[in-house]
């Protein structure tokens, strides 16, 4: 649904009447993913802003909120989740097995790190660490092997991180 907000330029202040969407569909997914969609130019002092705002992304297969909402897949708050959780579920895969194979990532390095799902190819998951900035890959077999070893519980209108992955893995 479109909505007319009033906007204030962060730099000269200057008020602006704006129309935003609160609902995109996949058509939209790529101005979503590269912010395009949420730029706004000041007519006075040519600024431009990334407005941060609550919305939804609706497709034939998915419902993402990034903000609080109800009657979706996932709840995200930050636009690197959205981000990743569209990834994820654009590539037909599962964010909780995202997350295990993730923890099991940090397991095999070592370290403690914040990875995000990033793409795939034929053979490989592909994941970026935040703390280090590297990229990693790791085989999508050993995704496939938790598909087919664990029960997920299918679970709706949640936030699904690090943290609480592992109450809905069987």
Same mark, same amino acid.
């Given at each position: 649904?479109?909505?007319?907000?009033?906007?204030?330029?962060?730099?000269?202040?200057?008020?602006?009447?704006?129309?935003?969407?609160?609902?995109?569909?996949?058509?939209?997914?790529?101005?979503?993913?590269?912010?395009?969609?949420?730029?706004?130019?000041?007519?006075?002092?040519?600024?431009?802003?990334?407005?941060?705002?609550?919305?939804?992304?609706?497709?034939?297969?998915?419902?993402?909120?990034?903000?609080?909402?109800?009657?979706?897949?996932?709840?995200?708050?930050?636009?690197?989740?959205?981000?990743?959780?569209?990834?994820?579920?654009?590539?037909?895969?599962?964010?909780?097995?995202?997350?295990?194979? #993730?923890?099991?990532?940090?397991?095999?390095?070592?370290?403690?790190?914040?990875?995000?799902?990033?793409?795939?190819?034929?053979?490989?998951?592909?994941?970026?660490?935040?703390?280090?900035?590297?990229?990693?890959?790791?085989?999508?077999?050993?995704?496939?092997?938790?598909?087919?070893?664990? #029960?997920?519980?299918?679970?709706?209108?949640?936030?699904?991180?690090?943290?609480?992955?592992?109450?809905?893995?069987?």
């Amino acid at each position: 649904m479109r909505k007319r907000i009033d906007f204030y330029c962060p730099h000269c202040k200057e008020k602006k009447r704006i129309t935003i969407n609160d609902e995109y569909t996949k058509k939209d997914i790529e101005s979503l993913l590269d912010r395009s969609i949420f730029k706004i130019k000041c007519n006075k002092c040519n600024n431009e802003t990334i407005l941060d705002y609550n919305f939804l992304l609706k497709t034939d297969n998915y419902i993402i909120s990034y903000g609080e909402s109800k009657d979706v897949d996932r709840i995200t708050n930050t636009f690197d989740d959205f981000k990743e959780k569209v990834l994820i579920y654009e590539d037909n895969l599962n964010d909780i097995l995202i997350e295990l194979t #993730k923890q099991k990532l940090n397991h095999d390095l070592n370290k403690e790190y914040e990875f995000r799902y990033d793409g795939m190819n034929d053979k490989q998951l592909m994941f970026y660490s935040i703390d280090s900035k590297e990229e990693y890959a790791i085989n999508k077999e050993l995704y496939d092997y938790y598909k087919n070893k664990y #029960k997920i519980e299918v679970v709706k209108n949640i936030e699904i991180n690090s943290n609480n992955f592992v109450k809905y893995i069987k």
